[in-house]
Each structure stands twice: as C-alpha cells, then as structure tokens.
C-alpha cells in the first residue's frame, strides 16, 4: 500500500513531524478513516518495530522513539474518532454500554488496546483506557466504582498470557458483579478456544468483531 511506504518512510528516520503530519493529512483529507489508518498503517508499523516472532534490527532507543510517534498520531485522531461515530450514531442512539481497556500487570505495550479503544467509541460504547502495567488490585478498585458492562483485557506480549489469566481469576472471586470479560491483543491471534482458555467471556480480534457486539446491544435494547 504507497500510504503505507510513505509513512514507515518518515517513521524509520524518526521523522516525528513528517510522520504525524502525513498520517493526519490523510485522515483530514478522508484519503483513509481512521480504522483504515490503524489496521493498514499503524498496526502493521508497530508490528514491524515490535515483533514477538523476530530479531530486531533496531535499537531499543528506536523502538521507544517510533511507538512514541505512533502514540502521538493515535491521540491525534480522537477528534476525527468522534466525528466518525457522529455519522453513525446520534447522542441518543449510543448504547450506552460502558467498556474499560484493561493490561494486565507487566505489560507496557498499550497503544494497540489504546486503538481498540477508538474501535469500541466508533461503535458506540462508552470507555475507559487503564494504560499500561495496571495492578490487579487497582482494578479491582476502579470496577467496583465504575461499574463497567465489560472489561476488556488486551496481552501483547506472551508473557503477559498468564498475568492476564490471572487477572480474569482475580475479577471473578473479587467482584461481586463482574462484567463482561473480552480478551483480544497480538499475543492471542493464532490461538484457538482462547476466551474459555483465559476464562473470558469473547475473544474479538477485529473492528468489524467488536462493531457486531454494538450493534447486536443495540437490537437488544431496542
């Protein structure tokens, strides 16, 4: 994809400016909507900068400095995020579920669950992102004042796979109310049965996946 080449172009000199200016250009210039923009530009970049499945050939100094420009052209995209949802939903057409993005302990890759987020704004749901490396006990605490409907719980790295087990077995035995569990994340997609593996609810992979959980709430609720 030639958007693709332009913008890995300016990301492997570390060209902050030139990087987020091309990646904005495109979505203010509707060349690509923002899901387009994360799952054929973004996500593959990322991919490429921090792969669980080969060597790197850049140092981690780099690696630092290239999510760092990812991360700052994702937070760029907020407005057009709701702007989008905007033609898809009315204020009163939302359904109001709330979500929360959820990594479990020792895991600091989060601009992928930070996009995940956008997907569940884009369809429709109210959320809330944790970050990086949150305590079990402090989600605990932040479920038990929010009172999600779901909890979505993302491991990209492998290691992280038995923290965020661990984590789903520590939101059943606490809460008396538990919401909803999904997981999803880089380190899951080539493994089957996953959700009953973790002890989750839904594994959702995909925007499309988790724009058919809006929708099926919404006929639900209507």
Known sequence: MKYYQEFTKHLKMEDKENSVNY??????????????????????????????????????GQEHIRTAIVRTIVECCYPFVIAERSLSFDTDALNRKRVVIYCPEDEYHEIGPRMVEDYFALSGFETLFL???????????????????????????????????????????????????????????????????????LYLKTFEE???????????SS
């Open 131 to 201: 970050g990086g490396n949150t305590p079990r006990e402090n989600l605990i605490e932040l479920m038990e004042e929010l009172q999600p409907d779901y909890v979505a719980i993302s491991v990209s790295n492998y290691y992280n796979i038995v923290p965020a087990k661990r984590s789903i077995e520590f939101l059943r035995n606490k809460l008396k109310k538990v919401p909803k569990i999904i997981v999803g994340g880089y380190a899951l997609e080539n493994k089957k049965d996953v959700a009953k593996e973790m002890g989750a609810d």
């Open 23 to 60: 990646a904005m250009q495109l979505v203010s210039g509707k060349e690509l909507d923002i899901v387009t923009l994360y799952d054929e530009i973004l996500r593959p970049a990322l991919y490429e900068i921090a792969s669980n499945e080969k060597e790197q050939s850049i140092t981690i």
């Open 210 to 220: 988790i724009k058919a959980l809006g929708e099926n709430i919404n006929e639900v």
